[in-house]
């Protein structure tokens, strides 16, 4: 098969290549609100200044925890509600993040507080179920800004009453909750941790 060309086809190929040839091409530039710093070699480029941990919230969680095990051990505490709670929990973890699923999250969440409301039920009148809700659901609100980008924020409008309704059950046990022993203290630390690095 044989394709001819008419004069005006070369004419209009020719107009073609003088049009862009030994003319300087078009810059093309970043928007005025965003602007490039190259990284020097040697630095991680990959390093956000919000993912970096504060070493001293590592340390409050981190004695708190040794705490709350010494004190554990002379405590009437239920492990096995709490660890039955806390590995279906983890089954819902390891699914929502493999399959990043914030549906799963949600349910994750939620048992991991339980599990630990559950466990120091009996130590604190029921109030650590209120608490362990709560902090179940602010659990969804940072999991699921950080690793999501949701930004909705309806899962503070559940918490923010379980814990209140868990302040006034403790006031109303004050003093038997002040007899538990000192329980707080390493509770206190983990909480402050838990703010200083993550929610702050």
């Known amino acids: 098969m ?44 990959l390093a956000l200044p919000d993912q970096r941990k504060h070493p ?62 559950v466990t120091f039920a009996d130590l604190t009148d029921g109030v650590s179920v209120l608490w362990g809700l709560a902090l179940g659901f602010l659990g969804i609100f940072a999991l699921g800004r950080s690793l999501f980008g949701k930004r909705s924020q309806w899962p503070i409008y559940p918490a923010v009453p379980l814990f209140a309704v868990g302040v006034l059950v403790a006031i109303a046990n004050l003093p038997a909750l002040l007899g538990a022993g000192m329980i707080w203290g ?3 630390l983990i909480g402050a ?8």
Not at 93 to 112: Q, T, V
Not at 193 to 200: A, K, Q, T, V
């Open 56 to 117: 001293l919230a590592v340390a409050l969680i981190g004695l708190g925890i040794v705490l709350l095990f010494a004190r554990g051990a002379t405590l009437p505490l239920d492990l096995s509600g709490g660890m039955v709670l806390l590995t279906i929990a983890s089954c819902f973890f390891f699914f929502g993040l493999w399959k990043r699923s914030y549906g799963l999250i949600i349910p994750a969440c939620i048992l991991s507080g339980l599990s630990v409301g």
């Open 193 to 200: 941790g838990l703010y200083l690095g993550w929610f702050r």
């Open 186 to 188: 390493p509770l206190l």
């Open 2 to 45: 044989q394709t001819e060309y008419t004069e005006q086809d070369s004419a209009r190929v020719r107009q073609a290549e003088r049009s862009s040839a030994g003319l300087p091409t078009q810059q093309l530039q970043l928007p005025p609100d965003m602007s490039y710093s190259p990284t020097p070699a040697g630095q991680g480029s």
